[in-house]
């Protein structure tokens, strides 16, 4: 029994370790002109860190542990899915990719039933912390394209391939903003809609170099 349990400790351990070199789908389809683009397993913690930033800066009161509990979790599925971009699959294509792919990656954890709660309660947003964790993922990554639009890793006017710079709302967005960064931005503004200290901090990053 307990070597069982070690060995399921470890092989959770190194299935959760492949999101180190799982890379993030959004920079490479703005075709990011940089030697190294983030993990998923960087965008986790970035994520995480974040949260406890914002948390603390401006005094939320909330249960900050279940929130980078949910956030550490939040993308396990990725693991056997790797990371799809909204173009590229339905929601309700991606729900049940989703839910398969945590029933293989937790038939032998002991901790599923909690994972898949703090998953479902993720998802649903109808709590306060889901709703915190769900707009720092949103905002680490605004952040983290505002970075790299910084170093000068994208060029609007080179976009080969890109599957969706043509469709209409990123159009509309593309053609109201002067980078790349603040489109991105712009286009996540109303998923922060019901927390203006969010939409104060996207307003900020708009306007000011990091």
Known sequence: MVNERIKNTVSFYVLCSRLKDTIRKGPLVWNANRERIESVAEHIYGTQMLAISVYYQFGYKLDLNKIIYMIAVHELEEIETGD???????????TKKSKEAIGFLLKDFLGKDEIVHLLDEYSERKTPEAIFAHHCDKLECDIQIKLYDQEGCFDLGHQPNNPIINTPNVRKVLESENSISNAWIEFDRDKYEDDPIFIDIIDWLKGNDI
């Open 84 to 94: 799809l971009a909204f173009y590229e699959i339905t929601k309700e294509e991606k």
